[in-house]
Antibody, heavy 117, light 109 residues
Framework: QVRLQQSGPGLVKPSQTLSLTCSIS??????????WNWIRQSPSRGLEWLGR?????????EYALSMKTRITINPDTSKNQFSLQLNSVTPDDTAVYYC???????WGQGALVTVSS | QAVVTQEPSLTVSPGGTVTLTCGSS?????????PYWFQQKPGQAPRTLIY???NKHSWTPARFSGSLLGGKAALTLSGAQPEDEAEYYC?????????FGGGTKLTVL
């Protein structure tokens, strides 16, 4: 059974960087058959896929076009986790953020991140 | 970025059958879009019902099925139950990028 546990601050100031981590148990972030996603949801924007990271002999990242200039998703093999960094946030980035596994079979618990001064 | 379209709302009678559809602004939806269907109930994370057009997870009730229909992805619910009342989201793949639809609020009444 795969379990995803999210962590990170719930409040970020405008123009700063939003950082979240998703810790994996029951699977490996560097599995050749896995992929690790970030998604967010807000009343104004609905569900939004942000991007993913995966390993196929080397690391790959794929990002939503709207996020490409300010998003980074990184694996951390030493801790078996992956992270989301979103730069230059605005109040429009306020949302519930989720991490999810390949096939979106397993999800983190979700974390409300509010962007406010 | 492509836009994925869904019916905003649908109503089905208990025991009835309903089909939710998922269209793409780029043209016909094909198996190459690897359509997903998610169910979300209030206060919960989305849950995958269908992936890659018509594949089910172990928890997907047999009354749900996925297909391609008339250039769209489709989710058919046969024998609706009160617990199927939820928001349903479609999700498509476009050459490395993935896009959610706006969701269909399904009422069982």
């Amino acid at each position: 059974q795969v379990r995803l546990q999210q962590s990170g601050p719930g409040l970020v100031k405008p123009s700063q960087t939003l950082s979240l981590t998703c810790s994996i148990s029951g699977d490996s972030v560097s599995s050749n058959s896995a992929a690790w996603n970030w998604i967010r949801q807000s009343p104004s924007r609905g569900l939004e896929w942000l991007g993913r990271t995966y390993y196929r002999s080397k690391w790959y990242n794929e990002y939503a076009l709207s996020m490409k200039t300010r998003i980074t998703i990184n694996p951390d093999t030493s801790k078996n986790q992956f992270s989301l960094q979103l730069n230059s946030v605005t109040p429009d980035d306020t949302a519930v953020y989720y991490c999810a596994s390949h096939y979106f079979k397993y999800w983190g618990q979700g974390a409300l991140v509010t962007v406010s001064s | 970025q492509a836009v994925v379209t869904q019916e905003p709302s649908l109503t089905v009678s208990p025991g009835g059958t309903v089909t939710l559809t998922c269209g793409s602004s780029t043209g016909a939806v094909t198996s190459g879009h690897y359509p997903y269907w998610f169910q979300q109930k209030p206060g919960q994370a989305p849950r995958t019902l269908i992936y890659d057009t018509n594949n089910k997870h172990s928890w997907t009730p047999a009354r749900f099925s996925g297909s391609l229909l008339g250039g769209k992805a489709a989710l058919t619910l046969s024998g609706a139950q009160p617990e199927d009342e939820a928001e349903y989201y479609c999700f498509l793949y476009y050459s490395g990028v993935r896009v959610f639809g706006g969701g269909t609020k399904l009422t069982v009444l």
